[in-house]
């Protein structure tokens, strides 16, 4: 039989949707793994990228560290995490994290960056403080691209996600890869493969529907109120 047929058997294999090994168990889990890397990574970048963009300081800095933080291979990192927080979800969730945080970072100064200056010279002139130009001005008209961050850091720990099932403990949709691997089951890596695939695709296209309504709402007038 082919790998198609073979495949379009698991899915229709009704042992392949319950218990702790079925579909919708791995791919909360998956979804589990992704909301808390994204939270945690999010509350560490969003703020230091959004400093950066108001200030201007240190973005030459921020700029290298996440390109050194985009080079780090995956799996090297999560055996080296591992190594110090034990074998399981931790060490994960730790890679996870590092990998998320440079496309979040780049995302949140790169949209304050992009705030015309104009805008903010007409707040500060109104008498306007800093933190009022931040949150009513620049976080309003950076939002696209903030999302922008999130997306791609979304994207990236779905996808990469698959490879901290290499570990034992952590769950998710990649324990069908690295199990089928395993035991050499073709129609089980490629079912899981897809089942991601369709994942990222159906939260890229969420993403892209909240670009869009940001991008809306940049387009109508700012307020400038003190």
């Known amino acids: 039989m082919s790998v198609v047929s073979d495949t379009i058997d698991w899915f229709s294999d009704s042992t392949n949707w319950s ?3 079925g579909v919708p168990h791995r791919l909360v889990e998956h979804l589990g793994y992704t909301a ?3 939270l945690i990574a999010a509350a560490i970048a969003i703020p230091i990228g959004l ?4 200030t201007g300081r240190l973005r030459g800095l921020a700029v290298v560290s996440s390109g050194a933080l985009r080079a780090l291979p995956t799996l090297g990192v999560l055996t080296y995490a591992s190594l110090f927080t034990g074998i399981g979800i931790k060490a994960a969730i730790f890679t996870l994290v590092l990998l998320a945080i440079p496309p979040l970072l780049a995302g949140a100064y790169a949209g304050l960056e992009s ?3 104009q805008t903010i010279d007409a707040a500060r002139a109104i008498g306007m403080t800093e933190r009022q130009i931040l949150a009513k001005v620049e976080i309003p008209l950076a939002l696209p691209l903030i999302i922008g961050g999130l997306r791609s850091a979304t994207l990236q720990v779905v996808a990469t996600a698959t490879v901290a099932a290499f570990i034992p403990g952590p769950g998710g ?5 690295i199990d089928g691997l395993a035991l050499r089951d073709n129609a089980e890596v490629v079912a899981g493969s897809v089942i991601v695939i369709v994942l990222a695709l159906v939260l890229d296209g969420i993403f892209v529907l909240l ?3 940001a991008l809306r709402n940049r387009s109508a007038p700012v307020r400038l109120s003190a």
């Open 211 to 213: 670009q869009r309504l």
């Open 173 to 177: 949709l990649g324990r069908y890869l």
């Open 19 to 21: 218990g702790e090994d």
């Open 51 to 54: 400093w950066i963009g108001h």
């Open 36 to 38: 808390l890397t994204i």
């Open 115 to 117: 705030v015309d200056r």
